[in-house]
Each structure stands twice: as C-alpha cells, then as structure tokens.
C-alpha cells in the first residue's frame, strides 16, 4: 500500500489543522492506521493509531482530547484532527499503516508502511 498525506501548513497557536492520508491499493479496511511526528533533532514519536474497523483508538497523553483519529474506508483515507495546536506540535506528521488490522499501538516497528510525511508549524 502507498499512503500520501497531505493537509500541513502553518497556524497560530490555539488554531486546527486536518491531515489527510490517503491510501493506493486494495483492503484498506484490513490495515490499521497510525499517525506519528517528528521534530527536528528528534526521534520519531506516536501521535494516534486506529484499528481497521475504526472501532478502537489510541493517543499518548500530550494529544488526548485535542487530536482526533478518524478513517473513511469508501475513501480509503484516514484523518487527523488536530486541535488547540500548541509551539510544540510543530513537527513533520507521517501517516503509517501496519498490515495487522487489530493492533493500535505505538511501537513503529509494528507499522509496515509510511507515507511522506507532511509539516505542521505552529507559530506562537
């Protein structure tokens, strides 16, 4: 599968940002999805993972309740919500996708495939 997002830009602090990754190929639904950041000089980190069905989410305690994972399988695209941005949220955001439908969680390397990657600056 290859993922593109897209949606990045800059916004003030306390503004929104939409990501969007969309998915080529087949079964997209059979994969779940995860979005991750990295800020320059460091390592990538979780941002929200969501099982193929859609049914389950995850998020690290530094986005919970400001970000929200979601997926349209007839679009095969899922989103981030990202709300109440923060100086801090600046990074370069990756969609990821790992061929086990059911796993939510954080560890990169349980993620097969990753998009390109899109900038979100936050401007304070």
């Known amino acids: 599968v290859q993922l593109q997002a897209s949606g990045g830009g800059l916004v003030q602090a306390g503004g929104s940002l939409r990501l969007s990754c969309a998915a080529s190929?087949?079964?997209?639904?059979?994969?779940?999805l995860a979005w991750f950041r990295q800020a320059p000089g460091k390592v990538r980190v979780f941002v929200a993972a969501i099982t193929g069905s859609g049914d389950n989410t995850n998020y690290p305690d530094s986005v919970r309740g400001r970000f929200t994972i979601s997926r349209d399988n007839a679009k095969n695209t899922v989103y981030l919500q990202m709300n109440s941005l923060k100086p801090e949220d600046t990074a370069v955001y990756y969609c990821?996708?790992?061929?086990?439908?059911?796993?939510?969680?954080?560890?990169?390397?349980?993620?097969?495939?990753w998009g390109q990657g899109t900038q979100v600056t936050v401007s304070s």
């Open positions: 990821a996708a790992s061929r086990n439908g059911y796993y939510y969680g954080a560890l990169t390397r349980s993620y097969d495939y």
């Open positions: 190929g087949s079964s997209f639904s059979t994969y779940a």
